[in-house]
């Protein structure tokens, strides 16, 4: 009897969250790629007609705000690692009975809202703001010179945004390092650079695998810092779908530009953990 | 190291660990600057939101700084749409937060405690709604409703909320029921009392901080929430959404007060949380 409720129930636990998932996450996926797949208006109505030209249309119109996406998402992600690393590196082996007062320092930004601390950087970078008119004043920037608007302004607003997500996974790949493998290569005369090289860093690169993950695709479909902190130079694909979604209403486009760049994204997320080893990617998927 | 190995005199002991720390210290004191300068830049826009809202700026345009004062603290509400977008994004919040307790807390338990076909397909699938881009989830969710002809508003976020906190609670509730003594909950048994009992009285108190940690979690993530909300929305606007759509227009000082506000709540409840588990783990 007890046996067989032991088989029942986790299908009934799971049963009410996991239907939610399939019908608000997987379905939601199959009504997206219809959707790109159908001829109409919002007027008239939509049917399907497998009509697959939206795709290259679409492709053709905004492969540069696909790319410009890309560079911008990989930019990021690189100046992301630079930065987060040594600070995950410090509070992991340097932060002693604080480590937890550090890294919820490092969160804080997470309970300010994303639009709220983004328009809180243009504040900052605007022309008459408290970095750059002291600066123009002093002479030492030209009066031509700008941060908003330009790609560094949304690069930064980006790097700003996520860093908190490069900084975690790599604190938890360094912190769960045993010190007794990093005195070995102290005690095999190895020096605190080749320790670092041979021993930490490779035990570091799930975190940072993680870390890449959960910045680069985020960064890369962001459309809040691009339309906050840049201009017409720097629209991101993001800003396209939101605006085909919802202000022009040409739904199969949106549709197909989305799913387009899910499979970028997906494509790029897979060859990246085939060519770091596929074992990181479970372990990071297990988490 | 074995007793028998000749142990080094007590002066060069002390030597080594004299120097050891130094070493670190030098090391570290570089790492150590460079977390604090990361840390300032990552406050440092929180405090120009708070800063900015006691400007004493004369209307809604709120950008260069005139003087202190308190007075937008007092008049909090004198913009009532500002003011329901705030109170519908709580409401949504508190709902979806509870909903994908309950939902999250299920999955949560039935993946810590059994073994079960499906959960596979099921880790994978909670792996994905956790780093799917948001947008593509938004993108999604609005196909569905344009499809089933579903209008758009606070149920359609609400719904779109609990999706996507729904794995974040199960992850945090798996993880405590992983770590779970079962004797504790064998030992009710033998004393005579039902599965039914034994999960009420035994199982869920021991849990219970943990679902709290994810109703909390999953607060914090629907309250915040931009992107996967403006697809969901229709026209209905929660607090965020109001600000992006003001920000053409101005923003009055009023939202960096709520934003304080709301800063200043969820820092507490992080805290007390915080202050509340380490006590607990002293006295374990």
Not at chain 1, 231 to 245: C, D, K, L, N, P
């Amino acid at each position: 009897m007890n046996r067989v409720k032991n088989k029942i129930a986790p299908y009934l636990l799971v049963l009410p969250g996991g239907l939610w998932l399939l019908i608000f996450f997987a379905v939601p996926m199959v009504a997206m790629l219809s959707l790109s797949l159908q001829e109409g208006d919002i007027v008239n109505g939509y049917r399907f007609t497998g009509h697959w030209q939206t795709y290259t249309e679409a492709i053709s119109n905004y492969d540069t705000q696909i790319i410009r996406s890309l560079i911008y998402g990989a930019v990021a992600t690189l100046i992301l690692i630079v930065l987060a690393f040594p600070v995950a590196y410090w509070i992991a082996f340097y932060g002693g009975k604080r480590k937890a007062t550090y890294l919820f320092l490092v969160l804080l930004p997470f309970f300010v809202s994303f639009v709220l601390r983004t328009i809180s950087w243009r504040q900052i970078l605007t022309d008459e703001g408290p970095l750059l008119h002291p600066l123009r004043e002093a002479g030492l920037i030209s009066q031509s010179f700008h941060i908003l608007g330009t790609p560094t302004a949304v690069i930064l607003g980006l790097v700003y945004n996520f860093l908190p997500f490069m900084v975690l996974p790599i604190y938890v790949a360094l912190e769960r390092i045993d010190p007794r493998v990093v005195e070995a290569a102290r005690d095999l005369y190895a020096n605190p650079a080749t320790t670092f090289r041979k021993v930490i860093f490779p035990l570091a690169l799930p975190g940072v695998f993680a870390g890449v993950l959960m910045t680069f695709v985020p960064a890369s479909s962001d459309y809040v810092n691009s339309e906050v902190l840049g201009s017409s130079e720097t629209t991101m694909i993001g800003q396209v779908i939101q605006a085909q979604f919802l202000e022009n209403s040409d739904y199969p486009t949106a549709s197909a530009l989305s799913f387009v760049l899910m499979l970028v994204l997906l494509i790029g997320v897979f060859t990246y953990a085939r060519i770091l080893g596929t074992e990181d990617v479970m372990k990071v998927a297990a988490r | 190291m074995t007793t028998t190995t000749e142990r080094p005199p007590a002066a060069e002991v002390e030597k080594a660990a004299r120097i050891k720390p130094k070493r670190r210290i030098t090391g570290g004191g570089i790492l150590h600057a460079w977390t604090w300068v990361i840390i300032a830049w990552l406050v440092l826009p929180i405090l120009v939101m708070i800063l900015f809202g006691f400007n004493d700026t004369p209307g809604r345009y709120n950008q260069t700084w005139v003087g202190f004062t308190f007075k937008w603290y007092g008049r909090l509400f004198e913009y009532p749409d500002l003011t329901s977008a705030l109170v519908t994004s709580l409401v949504i919040a508190v709902v979806a937060s509870l909903l994908s307790g309950a939902l999250g807390t299920g999955i949560g338990y039935a993946l810590g405690r059994y073994r079960f076909r499906g959960s596979g397909s099921l880790n994978l699938i909670m792996f994905a709604t956790m780093s799917s881009p948001e947008l593509i989830m938004g993108a999604s969710l609005l196909s569905l409703f344009v499809s089933a002809g579903a209008g758009l508003g606070p149920v359609t976020i609400t719904i779109a909320h609990v999706m996507f906190s729904i794995s974040f609670v199960a992850v945090v509730v798996r993880a405590r029921v992983m770590t779970l003594d079962r004797s504790i909950e064998e030992a009710a048994a033998d004393l005579g009392a039902s599965p039914w009992t034994t999960f009420w009285k035994v199982t869920f108190p021991i849990i219970l901080p943990a679902v709290f940690s994810g109703v909390l979690l999953a607060f914090a993530l629907s309250i915040d929430d931009f992107i996967v909300t403006a697809f969901t929305a229709g026209t209905t606007k929660t607090f965020p959404l109001w600000i992006w759509g003001a920000t053409r227009v101005g923003l009055p000082p009023q939202v960096n007060v709520m934003g304080t506000l709301i800063f200043a709540v969820g820092v507490f409840f992080a805290l007390a949380a915080n202050i509340r588990s380490s006590s607990k783990s002293k006295r374990d």
